[in-house]
């Protein structure tokens, strides 16, 4: 079974613009996760998404959004780009919102913002 | 709020060493607790999960524990590689809510 797939794999973006990063979960996972991780803040939790509705959101502000279409796959958008939004960008998917399952994670979107 | 340390941040040995890596959690209403593999500038290899019903994990040379009412689990790797080095964090799921809380990880290398 083919793993978590992130897209694209790196990206460079100047300030004030914005991005879409796109993540495919494994086949059969239906809840979809986001995860921010910068060397001084470490991974925090974006949101969490299952049947196309938002289930969970971190404390980020709103220039960071996502979505789920139908096929569980999920996209991430920030807009208005900061220097401080260059991070790696996780995607992590599980089988449902059961607190019992384990979390798979892709190999992420490296940005950076200039 | 939920609070995770990784202790040792980073460690150091020579191959063939037993190693522990310790995680502790400030509230021990979790679902369960899961250990991660990071190597450098990639994702998270998903290494062991732990319901909270559970006292340890194993696969191959890891073994995992979890004490849940002193907050506590640890990693065990027994005769450590090379191939080992890498940061290992741990993760914990509370009752309620779906996000995973990370501790800031160990960064663990294996001299040959």
């Known amino acids: 079974k083919a793993g978590v797939t992130q897209t694209p794999r790196y990206l460079i973006k100047t300030r004030g613009q914005q991005v879409t990063l796109s993540c495919s979960p494994i086949?059969?996972?239906?809840?979809v996760s986001w995860y921010q991780q910068t060397p001084g803040q470490g991974l925090q939790f974006l949101f969490e998404?299952?049947?196309?509705?938002?289930?969970n959101k971190g404390n980020f502000p709103g220039r960071f959004s996502g979505r789920q279409f139908s096929n569980s796959r999920s996209e991430m958008n920030v807009s208005t780009l900061e220097l401080g939004d260059s991070a790696l960008y996780l995607c992590?998917?599980?089988?449902?919102?059961?607190?019992?399952?384990?979390?798979?994670f892709g190999p992420g979107t490296r940005l950076t913002v200039t | 709020k939920q609070e995770v340390t990784q202790i040792p941040a980073a460690l150091s040995v020579p191959e063939g060493e037993n190693l522990v890596l310790n995680c502790s959690f400030t509230?021990?209403?979790?679902?369960?607790l899961q250990w991660f593999r990071q190597d450098p500038g990639k994702g998270l290899t998903s290494l062991l999960l732990?319901?909270?019903?559970?006292r340890e994990q194993t696969s191959g040379r890891l073994n995992a524990s979890l004490d849940k009412s002193s907050g506590r689990s640890t990693l065990y790797i027994a005769a450590s590689q090379p191939g080992d080095s890498a940061t290992y964090l741990c993760?914990?799921?509370?009752?309620?809510?779906?996000?995973?809380?990370f501790g800031e990880g160990t960064q663990l290398t294996v001299n040959p």
């Open positions: 086949s059969g996972h239906r809840s």
């Open positions: 992590a998917s599980r089988p449902g919102t059961s607190g019992r399952y384990e979390q798979y």
């Open positions: 993760a914990v799921r509370p009752t309620s809510g779906s996000r995973l809380t």
């Open positions: 509230d021990s209403a979790i679902y369960n």
């Open positions: 998404y299952f049947s196309e509705t938002q289930r």
């Open positions: 732990i319901q909270s019903s559970q």
